[in-house]
């Protein structure tokens, strides 16, 4: 162990002055079998399109040992999953905790079991019974029971005095969950919901122990009652820095983890990121992964590195705040909206790579047609239309001369050059705008308290499924509704969508709401995000996932000797 931490330490000065090397290590070790896996089941609705699958050495067989060396661009905040919403967090939490279900890391289109071995749903829909199994423990030694899923669906969906429960409302349809037995729980819904499953797959909602996080009250869990069931234990985290993270050696999964460990470093320098994926000395970028330019320097420079393209389910936009002045008044919002080149957006800042498209992610079953979005305001081709208009907007609120607003945004390179491209886009209509790039957690805090004027935020969901998007962003007090606005109608027809089960008539509804949203120019989506996942060749078991938020477990990852 003193020779692994001589290593990381020196691995973080040389990173200080030179920006490229991490210690790495990958340790062959004899093969063994794989244990037997848990039945899949198809999700009860549409998950996104698989992505592309890394290319498997079909010969070679699991090997144990070695330490899986990550690198990630951002810190957490905190360790709790229910209460964050950065990948920071749950990059950092998602191999320690597991879920009640997951979506296969195999398969993004099958939701299997994680904690429940298996689950049976009533006829009419109502009634979900999961099925745990016997000698599962906490980190602690304590043993889970289904007593403990049931404290943490309460807490997301009921969250206690001073918690706030970014996904709360996405459970606001159980009706009551009931503890059978210490193996046995029973979810009772008011109503059949098609994203119900879905819903507690995402990896957000990661299960947390009773006897820990119940005396935190709305505290946030920190890294001291980070106590998981999941494959790896926290050992050690330098805020800013570097997370450690041995196996668990009583995982209730026999036989996994692989590898003995991860190490997850925090490397703020993409270039620095991408000379120690080549160098060999980090074997996957997780988090918010490579955008198409750099993934075109690693395959230029490094063909051997796999690129797994994905469609993140990151939506780069501008929040705009309702409640200060002159954003207040719609006309103001609606000229920034018409002013926002979309196509020239994901032009520069994504290499044409991403999706141009509105509220839900194109190439989803419920996006409005592109035919219909490529004819709204803010989205015709060319600009001069739009311009015009914008430009006609601001003269009737007042503002022909233009005004003087702050940007802020945080963390990754993509959300600099977010709110950098709209500095100047903005210059066509008299709009100056100044940047405020500030730390991760400062930013949120201002975020929380509506302290901005704009924002820039490559934000994201974690599937694909109208309850999640409109659960979280846009319902009235949702929790990441930073702009505190009503948009009349729009909670009522929520409802009545996630409620329908014929998958047309949810879509049209879906749409409708879509139209709502975008008639009140809250937030101005650039366009949705396209990634590469990096492997390097001596990693194995990774297949990518559809959006950041899933697939965070890394189980089944194995390293071969290279």
Request: aromatic fraction near 10%; charged fraction near 25%; hydrophobic fraction near 40%.
């Amino acid at each position: 162990m003193k020779t692994r931490s001589s290593k990381v330490f020196l691995l973080l000065s040389v990173m200080v002055t030179l920006g490229l090397l991490l210690s790495a290590c990958a340790l062959a070790a004899p093969s063994a079998p794989a244990p037997t896996k848990a039945p899949e089941v198809k999700a009860p609705t549409p998950a996104p399109a698989k992505p592309t699958p890394a290319p498997a050495a079909a010969e070679e067989k699991p090997q144990y040992g070695g330490i899986l060396n990550i690198a990630t661009y951002t810190d957490a905040p905190s360790y709790d999953a229910h209460q964050e919403s950065t990948i920071g967090t749950l990059l950092l939490a998602g191999p320690v905790y597991n879920n009640i279900v997951q979506y296969s890391p195999e398969d993004n289109t099958k939701v299997i079991g994680d904690l429940a071995e298996r689950w049976e749903v009533s006829p009419d829909g109502l009634t979900y019974t999961f099925y745990f199994p016997k000698g599962a423990k906490w980190h602690d030694g304590k043993p889970f029971t289904a007593e403990d899923a049931r404290f943490t669906l309460d807490r997301i969906r009921k969250p206690p005095k001073g918690m706030n429960s970014i996904r709360r409302d996405l459970f606001q349809g159980i009706k009551s969950i009931d503890v059978v037995d210490d193996n046995t729980l029973k979810v009772t819904l008011d109503a059949a919901r098609a994203s119900f499953i879905p819903l507690l797959a995402m990896g957000w909602n990661v299960v947390v122990p009773k006897h820990v996080v119940e005396p935190l009250g709305g505290k946030k869990i920190s890294t001291k009652e980070a106590i998981g069931t999941g494959p790896y234990v926290l050992k050690e985290y330098i805020r800013g820095v570097k997370v450690l993270l041995p196996k668990n050696p009583d995982y209730f999964i026999k036989g996994r983890p692989y590898v003995n460990g991860m190490d997850i470093f925090i490397i703020t320098d993409p270039g620095a990121t991408l000379a120690a994926l080549r160098a060999g000395q980090v074997h996957h970028v997780s988090g918010v992964m490579l955008t198409p330019i750099e993934a075109d320097i690693v395959r230029k420079s490094s063909p051997e590195i796999k690129l797994i393209k994905a469609n993140s389910l990151l939506f780069p936009h501008f929040g705009v705040n309702p409640q200060r002045k002159p954003l207040n008044d719609i006309r103001v919002r609606k000229a920034i909206f018409l002013t926002l080149d979309r196509q020239a957006a994901n032009k520069i800042l994504q290499a044409d790579e991403g999706l141009v498209g509105g509220p839900i992610s194109p190439g989803s079953y419920y996006a409005l047609p592109q035919e219909e979005l490529l004819k709204m305001p803010g989205y015709r081709q060319p600009k001069d239309q739009d311009i015009a208009e914008a430009k006609k907007l601001m003269a009737e609120a007042g503002y022909a001369d233009g005004f003087d607003a702050e940007i802020k945004t945080w963390g990754s390179k993509i959300n600099q050059d977010l709110a950098v491209f709209l500095i100047d886009q903005m210059k066509r209509i008299n709009v100056r705008m100044k940047m405020n790039f500030m730390e991760t957690a400062a930013f949120y805090a201002a975020a929380d308290k509506r302290d901005y004027d704009v924002y820039a935020w490559s934000m994201g969901v974690a599937i694909e499924d109208p309850d999640q998007m409109f659960g979280e962003h846009y319902l009235t007090g949702a929790p990441r509704n930073y702009g505190d606005y009503t948009i009349p109608g729009f909670d009522e027809l929520y409802l009545k969508q996630s409620q329908t089960m014929d998958r047309e008539e949810r879509r049209k509804l879906v749409w409708e709401m879509q139209r709502m949203i975008m008639d009140h120019y809250l937030k101005a989506v650039a366009f949705w995000r396209t990634v590469y996942a990096p492997v390097r060749p001596e990693m194995h078991g990774y297949y990518g996932a559809v959006g950041l938020y899933n697939n965070l477990r890394f189980q089944d990852v194995w390293l071969s000797q290279r």
